[in-house]
């Protein structure tokens, strides 16, 4: 029987904060009520900063992020319409397979696994699509397969360096919330995000931001659309309310969460994900082995998939972490099974939580044949976090030192 | 500011069970562990007979009953298939809407808000229909916008007598798991439930009941499919998990749910809303006024509509029963709206529940112009309530006296 | 089996508010560290409006309300002091029993059960006591077991005008946080509320105030105190903890229990009291029965017991709410028992709660061979409910016109 | 602000489990119904294994711990009976107090803080005293404030050598539950425990456990009691329920913890206790700090107390790892308040837990200015917590290999 707490270091559900546990108990209510869209409306301007947008417009589809992709997709572009994207992990090739299900001619580049969004590759079909016909590129800014963090602003840069001007979408599901978006200076059209990761709730809300062109677009959209139509919910929203019935509870937790993120301060959120995210970086120097993402330019600050050494298998580490020590790490997914475990370091988390994570990481690959030794990595993780540290000012917001 | 207890009494979301509620206030956890496939299997087992299917599908969608609906329709028919539909009330609106957005070839039979399906014009279309260009009769079990039940067994048994061949969808988002549904004994291809009714969880589950027939159909699907891709769901399901991250607190709930009508029992969970919503239909009568429902033969034992007197809003009722007694009744939807308010009578309801809308419900018409004498309504369902009753054997089942 | 939820109308412990329940639900914490004193500090401030003073103490005894009553006994006066005392009701009763217990020199005074403190027997026992042998003056605000509400401020009075010194004590734990309590105008010394009742928490607190001259008495008292020390825990308390571990997830739920009465407003909570018992005692007029308290002056505002008619056992309608209706009533208590039953109407309640209890009273006295019209009560207490009202500032408070 | 989990490494109140945290969250109910009485009666059956006993009484006291002590003392002993005790730390030193302040002759032997129970010294008063002065013998059994455990079967055989009659007490707040506590077989006459340690509850109930011949002497009691009687509660008990009105929650609460217990199985439950407990002092061993218990022998399995090395402040140690870890480690009490901090390590715990707590006191003992390796007190535990262990059978039990 398993005791004590379960140790969840997936990334994502992430544990969510007591706050946001009590908000989600709350009794069933009346969704077309008044108190329902004060409730509602100040939720979607809240989570604006979040997105770092001003004027994109929030919505909120009830379902998993999944669902907001198709939205996304569904709203703006036509059956035909040539996308640019990159395949470079599990989640980057399901957001390839929707698109292509939905119609879309996509132009995928491969990269491999562990790699970022391969800007140089975007840049030089873009400069070559004279006529303009792609339509989108796609971005996933943070893959939650590999822990690789893709350069949004870069491509941004180059889709202006050669005047193209395709929509942008992000798929911003385990970045948005814990490192730092910027929706409004990128000047991305549709940015995505699901409940359950930095927004620290349970899933069941998958949320979208569109910019002013993107909803522009919408109006004039084709493709068939029932549950997941735009002007329904956004409509709907201006409203207070929604299609059909929400899921309220959540609603309720959001609603915390977002106190909850106003009251650490984003940039102290963000600074915080990065200090935690050195520490496991640090622990898996320590222990001398690799992690999935090829550099730490591209190291994720959300999560972190490490390759095990040769002959020892993933999937027994991640099986004795949670038969043994009631832990939980991600799988290696796709062509990584087997081969790499994941550590989801995003959310309500400190720097306790991160060593209990190692800790077990250490017990659980000594116990599958894999020689680490015992403390190497935590240590390696607590000299990061106990150095002293000072946020720093940069345009106009404030990153570690 | 308000005090006491919220008394909910719109047709869903419902009030939940304690045990629910319990139930939903778990920790995140990891939705690929063992453990998720142990919580997710014996639900969809558990499901089946709710739905009154021994060889049926279930599939759980993370969003609201319209998401299942659009799943239905996506997976099964094509572009240009025609249906026949009728439209009596909100829903079934709401339902052709969606039907005729994905591109289905809509044969709409209008007949006045408060009738039920019209199944003798049914009958005659699809007798009518010999070259069987109708693929698909969609009936709403269930409208929860009149409180209007339809029979799908007469219908089967029209589809019966001229050997029609049409797939048959059900809507029973408001009425499965509260009233008898035989998804076997009808020859149901497809009916659709959602968590947040007789489900008596918080809204977030559409559920989805497929046939042999309908199953086998969806391989053959062509319409652009993301999120609702059927395979995607029930090829996960059948391994215990789910495509995307599900929304896990709400299988708890549903866990409880089932737990609690297999413990009253199925056939005492369907005699305890007949004869609660009996009660409600006596008040209606002592007060004089008048049911949507135009006759008591098709009056939904889950939700009761009712007409003001004329002069008397109905958005005042509604708005005084909230404001000043903290009670939520239905609105009118649509043409409805100002004429008629609804009681929810649905989900986990004991007798002194309905008599305090009741007698809420005379306060707020009489506080709004009505004359309604107080306590009338009351007695006439403390009459109701008090009788004594037996349950009755019929067909095998149990019914009331 | 039982479905809804449950019809609670015992006078305490009392059906507990939303907030109350959500801030209940804390994870363990260190009742030493400094945000524990943050807690507590502003709990006892806070609790001394409700107590009606601004210069008393508040301390907290983990236990129930007869522990404060201990507490208070123990700490103020030695074994062989005389006290005075009423015996009118249970409760009374066992206050009696206690303080015979613990060595006190008890003069009571019984009256029937129904009547209110003896004000004129107090005042002549006072009057004639010349030489001051009374040590004190205990006076039951409201006798739980009859729902009858004695008059502190006439005690008082009478006490001033034989220029008696005595300490005045009050039990008010079904009277504090629900109806004036006004511990510095009447200069009650030491008055005792239970968590569990208006303060709208699970029981577990005990709650006692103390004059500055209680507290000067309590530095010389002898009686032998181990648990209920009362400078154990007054410095501690003072300090920001207990002198033993604390039931912390109660301090939680009294901190929101608080901000609840603080945003309702003291006097729009004792009004709310005042109209909901009216409309209960409207009802039990138009079912021709008595309650136990004698008179409508000494009516309670937080219970009324009622008197079954002669061959009617109120157990039998107990058991019929309880078994066939899920509704919780009072029992009829010591000599009552089987005589009476009781209503209890305070803590976080509204008109419709109310009219649930009548409407499960008239059905289970008439299935217990009552005969009550169907509604009649109902139909009284709507008529309260219903009236316009307005609040009349009285004495620089407000009181329901 | 503080983010994350808290890391609650204090000796009470304990983490407590997911089920009783769902099972504290139920409505207020009635205390006088049958169904509390379906509670309460199986709670005390099935807590009697836990103190080891087959015909003790269960008494549970809404309060403190301290509450039961007194209880126990007030219940069976007279003013004026002379006691043995020992003072071998804070907790043993306030059950002194109590003793003396309710009048008990206590003969009080004071061995260092890091002792156990003197067990010779007591060994060698019992035997001279011939006359039988000594009415009980009290044994602290685990001595929270020095992490100390006690030899209570040593205490019986020593008294048996003697043929003392005295009473048997014996304080089990931090040890019943969690270590092996054998009632009958140790001939105890009364056992306490508290709700908030090994039984995993918040902190409200004190529980008593009373052997035969100590209720036939509380028969005889003539101290004066109030809130406190036994046969109050006893009786109470017997019908299902409390004299006064019981803190119900905790007793859902109870209930799951039990559940819990049995689920683990007892013994499996103190070897998990036993592990965890070897980990933190191989930690203890490999950061060359002491341990306040003087010898392995008498190490408490539920809570480790550790000397700071000299000139480092365990305030600083424990502010540290409060304020910027955000974990909550146990003070040193009384004359070890500054020299000495408290790791718990008891309850509803597993390895990863205890190695968060480790690696949290390495870097707050480095920031208080201690010299300790990092990861050097982890890699201690891990090594212990990674060995692959068997359970042995032990005198019919099982215990660690």
């Known amino acids: 029987m398993k005791t004590g707490h379960a140790h969840l270091y997936i990334p994502g559900p992430t544990i969510i904060p007591e706050e946001v546990r009590?908000?989600?108990?709350?009794?069933?209510?009346?969704?077309?009520?008044?108190?329902?869209a004060s409730l509602l409306t100040p939720i979607r301007y809240d989570l604006r900063p979040v997105f770092g947008t001003t004027d994109g417009t929030i919505?909120?589809?009830?379902?998993?992020?999944?669902?907001?992709?198709?939205?996304?997709i569904a709203n703006t572009l036509q059956a035909g319409d040539r996308v640019l994207m990159a395949r470079h992990g599990m989640f980057s090739t399901l957001w390839v397979e929707m698109a292509e299900r939905l119609g879309l001619d996509v132009d995928v580049v491969d990269v491999p696994?562990?790699?970022?969004?391969?800007?140089?590759?975007f840049a030089r079909k873009l400069?070559?699509?004279?006529?303009?016909?792609?339509?989108?590129?796609?971005?996933?800014?943070?893959?939650?397969?590999?822990?690789?963090?893709?350069?949004?602003?870069?491509?941004?840069?180059?889709?202006?360096?050669?005047?193209?001007?395709?929509?942008?979408?992000?798929?911003?599901v385990s970045s948005i919330a814990s490192v730092p978006f910027e929706m409004d200076a990128w000047r991305v059209d549709l940015a995505i995000a699901g409940?359950?990761?930095?927004?620290?709730?349970?899933?069941?809300l998958g949320v979208l931001a569109l910019s002013p062109r993107a909803l522009e677009l919408a109006e004039k959209a084709t493709m068939p659309r029932g549950y997941f139509h735009l002007f329904d919910m956004v409509n709907a929203h201006a409203a207070g309310s929604f299609p059909y019935t929400p899921p309220a509870p959540l609603l309720h937790g959001m609603r915390a969460a977002l106190d909850r993120l106003a009251a650490e301060g984003l940039?102290?959120?963000?600074?915080?994900?990065?200090?935690?995210?050195?520490?496991?970086?640090?622990?898996?120097?320590a222990w001398g082995l690799r992690t999935v993402a090829?550099?730490?330019?591209?190291?994720?600050?959300?999560?972190t998939a490490i390759y095990t050494p040769d002959g020892v298998d993933a999937r027994e580490v991640?099986?004795?972490?949670?038969?043994?020590?009631?832990?939980?790490?991600?799988?290696?997914?796709?062509?990584?099974?087997?081969?790499?475990?994941?550590?989801?370091?995003?959310?309500?988390?400190?720097?306790?939580?991160?060593?209990?994570?190692?800790?077990?990481?250490?017990m659980a690959l000594n116990a599958a044949g894999a020689r680490v030794p015992y403390g190497a990595g935590v240590a390696a993780a607590q000299e990061t976090y106990a150095a002293p540290y000072t946020l720093r000012v940069v345009d106009g917001g404030i990153a570690a030192e």
């Open 22 to 36: 009590r908000a989600l108990a709350v009794p069933m209510q009346d969704h077309r009520a008044p108190e329902f």
């Open 127 to 172: 400069a070559e699509d004279r006529d303009g016909r792609i339509r989108a590129v796609f971005v996933t800014h943070n893959e939650t397969a590999t822990g690789v963090a893709s350069d949004v602003e870069a491509v941004r840069a180059e889709m202006d360096a050669c005047g193209h001007d395709a929509l942008l979408f992000v798929d911003g």
């Open 318 to 362: 991640i099986a004795i972490a949670r038969d043994r020590y009631n832990c939980y790490l991600g799988a290696g997914l796709g062509p990584l099974a087997g081969r790499a475990f994941r550590i989801g370091h995003l959310g309500d988390l400190n720097e306790g939580m991160c060593l209990s994570a190692l800790s077990i990481v250490e």
């Open 294 to 303: 090829e550099s730490p330019a591209c190291a994720s600050d959300t999560v």
């Open 267 to 285: 940039d102290r959120v963000f600074d915080r994900h990065h200090r935690l995210a050195s520490g496991v970086r640090a622990a898996v120097a």
């Open 113 to 121: 696994w562990g790699a970022p969004c391969p800007v140089e590759t």
């Open 59 to 72: 919505a909120l589809f009830p379902g998993s992020g999944t669902g907001a992709w198709e939205a996304a």
């Open 195 to 204: 409940s359950q990761k930095g927004l620290m709730c349970p899933a069941g």
